[in-house]
């Protein structure tokens, strides 16, 4: 190829030329095929000779590599991010006779070789910046390598996964009986999970969410938007007092002593207003 490499066994045909004084042409040695992975190797041939008897041989020089480079380690820093941010993927690769040319990467299916997005290759590493187009969803993440020989090696693969964007805006009354809670809609949320004091609690299909069963007492709730399966980060927390619901004590069960002013509506339907004593 272009980088003076072969990548599979070569034949070498050669040919013979008679000088001039000589009365006829001379032979010809046969081809050699040269199938050993090696560089700059000197390959000689078998004697030409003319029908003088006088003989000369030819040579050749060959490089061969017919294994594909390593790759190893393949990482993601981080392995899980937000929709609209990057990470870094990067890769280990080496070929220990031809060296590494180029390097590639492809999320899903195989384009095939020499089809994919380049990476950058340096002091044994290939390197890319990747994750800002995608959206939410775990993706395969496939590098492979090619050496000056042009051999390919096998994909090496490592998972990516695109979080949908937090929540915001979670807010909630306070105090309340039972915590109304409301935040900004995600754009492509197919749900959210509602988490009280770190515990999930329920989840909903809209930018809503009532918690009726709380118990009185102070409680923080925070929200996560759901999207093709992958979750995102905590909204803003929102810290809720709850209150039980008030209730009527009977005069039977009032404490004797006490005078209290107060007053109140009745409304009644259909029958006689009660009466009420002290």
């Not at 950058?120 to 187009?133: E, K, R």
């Not at 509602?194 to 999930?200: A, L, M, P, S, V």
Request: charged residues 5%; hydrophobic residues 35%.
């Amino acid at each position: 190829n272009a980088n003076g490499w072969y990548n599979a066994p070569v034949t070498i045909t050669w040919s013979s030329v008679s000088p001039p004084t000589s009365p006829r042409p001379p032979s010809t040695p046969p081809p050699t095929t040269v199938s050993t992975d090696g560089a700059n190797q000197v390959i000689t041939s078998a004697p030409s000779c003319d029908p003088a008897g006088d003989c000369a041989t030819g040579s050749y020089t060959v490089s061969i590599d017919q294994t594909p480079p390593a790759v190893s380690g393949v990482t993601l820093s981080p392995a899980a991010i937000t929709t609209g941010q990057t990470t870094t993927l990067s890769a280990n690769v080496s070929d220990s006779l031809s060296g590494v040319a180029a390097a590639e990467y492809f999320i899903g299916t195989d384009p095939g070789q020499g089809n994919g997005t380049a990476m950058s290759v340096a002091n044994g590493q290939a390197t890319a910046t990747i994750g800002s187009g995608l959206s939410p969803g775990t993706y395969t993440v496939n590098v492979r390598a090619q050496d000056q020989a042009g051999n390919w090696s096998t994909p090496v693969s490592t998972q990516l996964t695109i979080k949908p964007s937090a929540p915001s805006g979670l807010s909630a009354p306070s105090p309340t009986a039972a915590p109304a809670l409301t935040w900004n809609p995600v754009a492509g949320a197919a749900s959210y999970n509602i988490y009280r004091d770190g515990t999930e609690i329920g989840t909903a299909t809209t930018a809503s969410y009532t918690d009726i069963t709380a118990a009185p007492g102070s409680h923080t709730y925070q929200v996560t938007a759901v999207a093709s399966g992958v979750e995102s980060d905590p909204s803003n927390s929102v810290t809720v007092q709850v209150g039980a619901a008030p209730a009527i004590t009977s005069a039977a069960s009032a404490s004797t002593g006490m005078r209290v002013p107060f007053s109140f509506t009745v409304t009644t339907t259909g029958v006689p207003i009660p009466t009420v004593s002290e």
